[in-house]
């Protein structure tokens, strides 16, 4: 099956404008010394006027690529995923924080770049120690000497311990500690927590065979922690999975491949039960030595963390691919195994010639899996969560269909817990396009006028639905669920012979509501979705999900919708009251809809509450977006901002921001503050008190690298807490 067949001049193609972005900081001198330009202040397309109550900040973080990425020597352009291989979310975390606190005078972005300790490692390795450089391996980016970066380039948290304090901020990452950052100057102040309070999600990746542990282990935490600022607790998780768990798939290959050998080899014609059944069992043995965990972590903002061990089933909690997403409500605390698998294939390196890419291609194959087409929800009880108390049992509910992204009403009235997911149906967001997704021809074609979309998650192999789910905490069971329907409406006396497809639906991505803190009770949520489009679907995608367990879509017509295009859209989710609703009527309902022209991609929604004056509902503001077209050669680089009506989507934008030097990568998630300010709460880890032990017992090298290269940028930082 050939899926680039399509002309080039026929192809709904994806905006290559988000192939490139921009590692420069914009920023005040007395904020940001390595700022080598001022904030930029932001044009106004077509001169149009700005709401007048636009207030605020708005955060925007992203990856912005690595020091050794291809670049143009011009505005420090780089382009992270030109090697055919590596992902758009493997980069140094950037923030952008667009403020519109004084809009007479001008709307100012300012950038950063997040300089953790392994940032400044990757920084010298590169240049002075060549035998601890950092790779690209898939996802993650590692050095065989040192360990794995934290690259902080996924979220946001904001964070209210007291007035006193004000507004703090962190930033997050699947695998890595979260970091606080000052929001006046976007600068790196400290972890949350300790490098000894943090366990690493495998010894088997924390070190050499009978080597120190590496000083940058890899830590799996969530992208989402929360924060309930009446109790004033954050919470996140830090993980293990064994190597069974990690290499679920890979050791399926290698039992088969033992078996085969024994089998059909007439020197142990006579052995081969007894040597097969003893060789497995020793290698299933070994393996086991390293376990899994899931352990909650509770943080007051000033203290050590405090964290209880999760087990189900009295075993200790074993999370299949990822907490990339966690809830929180008055009463319960909720750990989801969400559609984000972090799988060994998925650390693969770069390929350089076509031996390596067509062995590499063998290797994923043979490794790769879909996510589970399932969601396992986990529920723990807060009042569970003692000080002294090591164990905690979850219940467990299990939701048809998968999921990264969710929401969840704070307020449980009688023990019931309502939960707003986005499936992502046949969706595979662990997936990127790679070079060895085309063989020559396939690459030719597609590339004739523009390069493929290397980097870029794939496209979605179904049509996605949006659900509402009440469950009974106290009896872990679905009792209520809604969900949005994958046909199209039609107006009596409209139906059609055939039914359409909902084009809405399609690859739901990120979320923007009213609120920052947690939400007694959704009412409206405005999701952005991607859309289909020819040229990120791969063929091994489609073979991998063709037999999707809850298809609505059959394949051949995914293909031909595919082929036509459909377009990225912005929407606002009704989600109707419970008490409201008669019997049989559905809860969802999409009551505003902005569908983008062909060839517009929208990411990174905010919403932006009205300055004043409003009604203060769940409507009450603007959305604030990110909009790619065409490709960097756009006077625009292909990169806009807009902002939309909160209440009135489907009449477009009311105004478009942009500026010359603005070159975004692909966005992720956002957040709003209203006010910003130079930090003032006193917890803080210094940096070398923090590695002192770890860096103790490195070789030499390793001790000059730390003193020379990366202890010096943090010597001014508050004392330890």
């Not at 920023?27 to 006027?49: C, F, H, I, M, R």
């Not at 997040?114 to 790779?135: G, R, S, V």
Request: net charge neutral; charged share 25%; proline share 6%.
């Amino acid at each position: 099956m050939n899926l680039n067949k399509t002309k080039d001049s026929d192809r709904k193609i994806f905006p290559r404008s988000i192939l490139s972005v921009s590692r420069q900081e914009f920023g005040l001198p007395k904020n940001n010394p390595d700022a080598k330009s001022l904030p930029l202040q932001l044009l106004v397309k077509d001169e149009v006027t700005l709401p007048e109550d636009l207030h605020g900040h708005v955060f925007i973080i992203s990856a912005a690529g690595s020091v050794d990425s291809h670049r143009l020597l011009e505005n420090n352009i780089v382009f992270p995923s030109s090697d055919g291989s590596t992902p758009f979310y493997n980069g140094d975390g950037i923030v952008y924080r667009i403020d519109f606190d004084n809009i007479e005078q001008g709307i100012f972005l300012t950038t950063r770049l997040l300089k953790t300790p392994c940032y400044y490692a990757d920084i010298a390795t590169a240049k002075c120690f060549p035998d601890f450089k950092f790779q690209n391996f898939g996802i993650m980016r590692m050095s065989k000497k040192l360990g794995t970066r934290n690259q902080l380039n996924t979220g946001f948290l904001p964070m209210k311990y007291s007035e006193e304090e004000g507004e703090r901020l962190l930033v997050t990452w699947d695998m890595g500690r979260p970091y606080e950052i000052d929001t006046k100057t976007l600068e790196i102040v400290t972890p949350v927590g300790w490098n000894e309070e943090w366990r690493a999600m495998n010894p088997l990746l924390s070190r050499l065979p009978f080597q120190p542990d590496f000083c940058f282990k890899l830590v799996h935490s969530s992208a989402h922690p929360c924060f309930d600022p009446k109790s004033q607790q954050m919470f996140t998780v830090n993980c293990g999975w064994s190597v069974l768990t990690f290499m679920a798939q890979s050791m399926q290959f290698i039992i088969t491949v033992i078996k085969d050998f024994y089998n059909s080899s007439k020197i142990f014609s006579k052995l081969n039960r007894t040597a097969y059944k003893y060789l497995i069992k020793m290698v299933v043995k070994n393996i086991k030595v390293f376990d899994h965990y899931v352990d909650l972590i509770a943080w007051d903002g000033k203290g050590q963390l405090t964290r209880w061990n999760i087990t189900y089933n009295d075993k200790p909690l074993q999370i299949k691919q990822s907490i990339h997403q966690m809830g929180l409500t008055e009463n319960y605390v909720l750990l989801v195994d969400t559609g984000f698998k972090f799988l060994l294939e998925e650390l693969l390196p770069a390929t350089t010639n076509k031996i390596s890419k067509k062995l590499k291609k063998i290797v994923k194959n043979l490794i790769d899996y879909p996510q589970l087409p399932d969601t396992d929800i986990y529920i723990i009880k807060r009042t569970d969560l003692k000080p002294g108390k090591k164990n905690i049992e979850a219940q467990k509910v299990v939701i048809p269909r998968e999921t990264t992204h969710f929401l969840v009403d704070f307020k449980n009235p009688k023990q019931q817990i309502t939960l707003h997911l986005a499936h992502i149906c046949a969706w595979d967001t662990a997936e990127w396009i790679r070079d060895i997704d085309f063989d020559s021809t396939d690459e030719t074609t597609l590339s004739n006028k523009q390069p493929p979309m290397y980097g870029m998650t794939v496209g979605p192999l179904d049509i996605s639905r949006m659900g509402c789910y009440v469950i009974d905490a106290e009896k872990a069971k679905v009792v209520r669920s809604d969900l949005t329907s994958v046909y199209q409406d039609n107006s009596p006396g409209q139906q059609k012979e055939k039914k359409e497809f909902c084009q809405y639906t399609w690859g739901p991505a990120l979320y923007a509501y009213q609120d920052n803190q947690p939400t007694e009770k959704f009412q409206d949520i405005y999701w952005s979705f991607f859309g289909a489009w020819e040229d990120i679907l791969t063929e091994e995608g489609l073979k991998m999900y063709a037999p999707y367990k809850y298809r609505e879509v059959p394949v051949p017509e995914l293909l031909e919708l595919t082929k036509k295009g459909i377009k990225s859209n912005l929407l606002r989710l009704h989600i109707k009251p419970l008490e409201s609703v008669k019997e049989g009527e559905n809860r969802l309902e999409i009551q505003d809809i902005y569908q983008f022209e062909t060839g517009y991609f929208v990411n990174s929604p905010q919403f932006i509450p009205r300055k004043a004056g409003g009604d203060g509902s769940s409507t009450d503001g603007y959305i604030m977006c990110v909009v790619y077209h065409g490709t960097d050669d756009e006077p625009d680089n292909g990169n806009q901002i807009w902002v939309f009506d909160a209440t009135n989507l489907k009449q477009g934008p009311l105004c478009k921001l942009w500026h010359p030097q603005l070159n975004f990568g692909i966005t992720v998630h956002t957040t709003w503050l209203p006010k910003i300010a130079k930090r003032t709460a006193t917890y803080n880890i210094p940096v070398e008190e923090d590695y002192q032990d770890l860096v103790a017992q490195q070789p030499a090298a390793i001790q000059e690298l730390f003193e020379k290269e990366i202890y010096p940028h943090f010597k001014s930082k508050n004392p330890s807490v």
